[in-house]
């Protein structure tokens, strides 16, 4: 069963189709890269989905139900969680209040919020270090674990994430793809996640939907992308 769908999303900015006629799935329990060089269609995607943006044509389904006219905090509510590009975390607010502001869509009970936020602090330890620190002192790598902690305490039922490696060094972003990894295996959360970095985004993902100008143009299981000559030589930096 198809977690999300999209179909012949359509979606243009002053006379130019940032999506043209895009269609994917990402099944429940899956991990799918979406992978393509800039201006492809990948944030403007995600942006669809969470509702940021309102497609032109084309629908967009969630859990068997047409959410393309839904706005955004009913979208959250439905447990899709969207860790944008850059993080947007809130700088002036400490590590606590920017994670109980996260479950705040679903209005919890103390309780559950206290659960939860100890269920995070598990999975980002440094977290539970710099609780009481303001966010916005944070450094890149912690940073993006508060913007994927805050995302998870509404237990979305999928997680979308734009260039988590966005600026941060590189033990840092195998650090952060060793806790998507955890997500995905342990907990079984669907991920669907945005890279610049095809490589890794390949070697995490299960499946991969390879974007241009808007569309797809390659599709298929992560592990035979990764070998594939098209892929190695436009996305890899590397000849097969």
Do not use: C, W
Request: charged share 25%; proline share 3%.
């Amino acid at each position: 069963m198809s977690n999300l769908e999209l179909k012949n999303l359509t979606i243009t900015y002053g006379g130019a189709k940032a999506l043209n006629g895009l269609s994917i799935e990402v099944k429940e329990g899956e991990f799918v890269a979406l992978l393509g060089a800039n201006g492809a269609g990948k944030t403007t995607s995600l942006r669809a989905i969470s509702g940021l943006l309102k497609p032109t044509t084309g629908s967009i389904r969630f859990g068997g139900e047409d959410i393309t006219k839904l706005s955004g905090y009913k979208r959250v509510a439905l447990g899709i969680g969207h860790v944008p590009e850059g993080r947007q975390i809130f700088p002036d607010h400490t590590v606590d209040e920017n994670l109980q502001l996260g479950s705040f869509i679903k209005r919890k009970s103390y309780k559950e919020v206290s659960q939860t936020l100890e269920e995070m602090f598990g999975l980002f330890p440094k977290l539970r270090e710099r609780r009481k620190q303001m966010a916005g002192t944070l450094s890149g790598g912690e940073a993006q674990m508060l913007a994927i902690a805050r995302s998870l305490m509404s237990r979305p039922r999928i997680l979308m994430l734009d260039e988590p490696s966005l600026g941060l060094a590189p033990q840092m972003v195998l650090e952060m793809f060793r806790y998507l990894k955890k997500l995905h295996a342990e907990q079984g959360l669907t991920i669907l996640l945005v890279e610049q970095q095809a490589r890794l985004a390949l070697q995490l993902a299960s499946r991969a939907y390879i974007l241009e100008r808007g569309q797809v143009k390659i599709a298929g299981l992560a592990e035979d992308l990764i070998i594939d000559k098209r892929v190695a030589e436009a996305y890899l930096g590397t000849s097969h």
